[in-house]
């Protein structure tokens, strides 16, 4: 993996080459710092008005791919004429349409159920956040005390095993997260790649960046287009080619796009 501000003058030249370019990021992790309760997560201004000129700009699509609800995301990140995938992609916001992923649907009054029953379950552990996105169910264990995390992982794997031994949900791992989701082949690199079709741009060239493990889908995604994979940070193994260092190193790759839009 390369750092991606050392291969810039290679980047620039292959991006130029192409008429437009779909850009679809991360949130958490890779435009904002992790925050040990999402909902507290804050978009700094200077980064906000980088995207809406970034968006505005006709050589640039946008797209917001992240784990959260998409209300959720797209109140957070609160810029109108961006696209919002919510839930891995589960549910997209695109052109003033909602698309969800149909085999989807079904499973919602599934995931309501086991949300509610990790409620009941999980009250003695007020530190553990969970998140219930309709589609999917995230637990926030990062502000859970050591000695109390593998009571709470008992409870929660326990709770989950019937559901996951018929083959009912899935579950993945994240920074400090567990998930739960319907068990369909959807993930953020089929979002991106179901994006990248509804552009019609047959000279389009595509970057991802993102941090997380359900990122790597989407690298897998874009590299096969010939794309741009970024991570954010670095860990052992990853399909992305690139590496940003922080998400000081994402906001200032916004800046150097935008050199492109005043040209
Ligand atoms: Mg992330």
Redesign the pocket.
Known sequence: MQYLFSSRRVLEKRMQAKKHILLCL?????LVP?YPRPQDALLEENVRSGLVKLSSCKFFSIGII??RALKDIKEKVKIKHLIYAGNHGLEIAYRGKIFIYPPAKKYIPLIIEIGKKLTRALRAFPQAVLERKGLSLSLHYRLVKLEKLSKLRKIFFKLLKPYLAVGKVKLTH??KVWEVRPSIKWDKGKAFLWLKDKLKSRDLFSIYI???L??EDAFRAVNKIGGLSIL?GRRKSSQAKYYLKNIQDTQKLLRVLLERCAR
């Open positions: 991360d949130f958490d992790g890779t992790i992240s784990g994240g920074k993102g941090d997380d359900t990122d954010v």
